[in-house]
């Protein structure tokens, strides 16, 4: 018998959604992107915060048992973490796979930091971004031309 150690960091789960790839130290906003808390789920969560990754050297992961996410959650993670991929777990098996999706623009997933822009005014105005750049992504928005500074912060 060698003595190869098998480290294996988050258990398996037999039903549910993985969120991999995450860029480093995002986990906690993805999780507020899933809006769970004590009163809407009874099932495991596991978060693996700062473990290594062959392609970037640290990254985030998120298991989430007997749950798949619907796709405005899918495009705001794309927002924080557009390397990350959802797989979804059925019988333990990856069952589908899929990287999240920048868009070029973004309508209605996050509101302008700007107080005086015209999303902000009581207007009936959809707020929309271009995205400048995609990774980390820069988000300018296309009424008042502010880039967004703290993106999670602003999801809607
Ligand atoms: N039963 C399971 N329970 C928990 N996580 C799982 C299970 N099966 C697969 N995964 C996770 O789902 C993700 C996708 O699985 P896959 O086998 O495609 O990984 P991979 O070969 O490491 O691919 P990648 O290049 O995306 O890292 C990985 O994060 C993997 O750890
Ligand atoms: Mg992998
Ligand atoms: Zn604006």
Known sequence: MDNKIV????????????????????????????????????????????????KTGWKDVIKVEDRELDPSKV????????????????DYYVAEKFRV??????????????????????????PEFHVEVRNPPKLRCVYCDRILTNISDNLL
């Open 75 to 90: 495009g705001k993670i794309a927002l924080i973490a557009p390397d990350a991929t959802i797989s979804i777990i059925r």
């Open 7 to 54: 480290e294996t960091k988050i258990p398996p789960i037999r039903n549910g959604t993985v969120i991999d790839h995450i860029a480093n130290g995002q986990s906690l906003n993805v999780l507020k992107i899933l809006g769970v808390n004590e009163h809407n789920i009874d099932s495991v969560i596991s978060i693996g915060m700062h473990v290594p990754s062959s």
């Open 101 to 126: 999706n920048l868009d070029d623009h973004i309508v209605g997933l996050a509101k302008c930091s700007n107080p005086n822009c015209i999303t902000n005014r009581g207007e009936p105005v959809v």
